[in-house]
């Protein structure tokens, strides 16, 4: 059933996946400033190219102005000196971080677990969305000891044990936040504690219909296509498939 799932991921980015252009002849530059024996081409250049140098380091804050201040995130406008040498002026959210928490039961059927998910009204977004549970991390907490609490307070489940999925940025051009995704198995039903102005509907969903779902474009949530694919493809390893 998972391995089903991927193929359909896979088709799907074969089909949409962009074929390869024409072979274009190289013609030399028009312009009287070009220099001598120098030609353009629409061609991208053979591989293997040699990468750029990446700089190292990180950026000079030179001046720093909170803009914003809320209850979750603040915003701050800051004149930087980035590790290139650009000098800009940013827009930052700062944010404390997020934990997201893929719990599964694999009581079942281990090699296609069921998957702990959300149902959820998001204002930001004007809809319901289905999402795996989640929540920012308190200044000063740990991120297991966010993830154990975000996950028995949405949905009352505990879990046995506890590993590091991945870590990531989701809209790193402006916003700081970064979000750990735990993977917690051996999980064991009990009674949920939301926020007064949380209205959360819990799910289990097979891991192969989640990735169908992902691929299909019936999930709108980036944690959760993330969470998703990754935990699908970590078993794919585990499995030798």
């Known amino acids: 059933m998972l391995d089903a799932g991927f193929d359909t991921l896979i088709a799907m980015a074969k089909r949409i996946a962009p074929t390869a252009p024409a072979k274009k002849k190289l013609t030399k530059l028009s312009s009287p400033k070009a220099k001598k024996g120098v030609v353009a081409s629409a061609e991208m250049p053979k591989l293997p190219v040699k990468a750029p140098r990446v700089p190292k380091g990180k950026a000079q804050i030179l001046s720093s102005k909170k803009a914003y201040q809320g209850k979750v995130f603040s915003v701050f406008t800051e004149k930087v000196r980035e590790p290139n ?43 319901y969305l289905l999402e795996l549970p989640a929540g920012r991390v308190e200044p000063g907490e740990k991120t297991l000891a966010a993830a154990k609490r975000e996950l028995i307070e949405e949905t009352g489940y505990r879990a046995k044990k506890w590993t590091k999925l991945v870590r990531y940025y989701a809209s790193p051009g402006f ?50 296509i993330i969470g998703a694919l990754s935990y699908a493809q970590r078993l794919r390893d585990l499995s030798g498939k």
């Open 85 to 127: 040498g650009v000098e800009a002026i940013r827009d930052v959210v700062r944010h404390s971080g997020s934990v997201v928490v893929l719990a599964v039961d694999e009581s079942t059927n281990p090699a296609d677990p069921l998957v702990v998910i959300e149902r959820q009204f998001r204002h930001a977004a004007d809809q």
């Open 175 to 224: 916003v700081a936040e970064w979000m750990e995704i735990y993977l917690a198995t051996g999980i064991v039903a009990g009674t949920a504690q939301p926020e007064d102005d949380e209205k959360i509907e819990v799910r289990l969903l097979p891991l192969s219909e989640l990735v169908r779902m992902c691929a299909a474009g019936e999930i709108h949530d980036g944690k959760t």
